[in-house]
Nanobody, 127 residues
Framework: QLRLVESGGGLVQPGGSLRLSCAPS????????IGWFRQAPGKEREGVSC????????DYLHSVKGRFTISRDNARNMVYLQMNSLKSEDIADYYC????????????????????WGRGTQVTVSS
């Protein structure tokens, strides 16, 4: 059973940066596309970014393009979300999730695709 653990959230000033990490326990992230999702208070969960199994394909929510970068280090079994130029609208709990795609070089930022989820890490942007 794959378990995911997010880390790296916290409080940052507007315009600041954070790097979120997603680490597995119990299995490898190889063969999984990984997505990052967020849920703000009172709002539905939305897809932020995803990365394919081999890292060749990525996708982003329009509002974070150019500010967020997803990456993976398959040798270290880690996935990251670098978040720059953070805004108040980025405030949310951020979750990583895994989608089993051993033969695909594609990913989708659709929550329903993802079978395994972490518990989330909180991101707050405030001066």
């Amino acid at each position: 059973q794959l378990r995911l653990v997010e880390s790296g959230g916290g409080l940052v000033q507007p315009g600041g940066s954070l790097r979120l990490s997603c680490a597995p326990s119990g299995s490898s992230l190889r063969n999984f596309a990984i997505g990052w999702f967020r849920q703000a208070p009172g709002k539905e969960r939305e897809g932020v970014s995803c990365i394919s199994v081999d890292g060749s394909f990525t996708d982003y929510l329009h509002s974070v393009k150019g500010r967020f970068t997803i990456s993976r280090d398959n040798a270290r079994n880690m996935v990251y979300l670098q978040m720059n130029s953070l805004k108040s609208e980025d405030i949310a709990d951020y979750y990583c999730a895994a989608d089993w795609r051993p033969t695909s070089d594609f990913c989708e930022i659709t929550p329903g695709r993802y079978e395994f989820w972490g518990r989330g890490t909180q991101v707050t942007v405030s001066s």
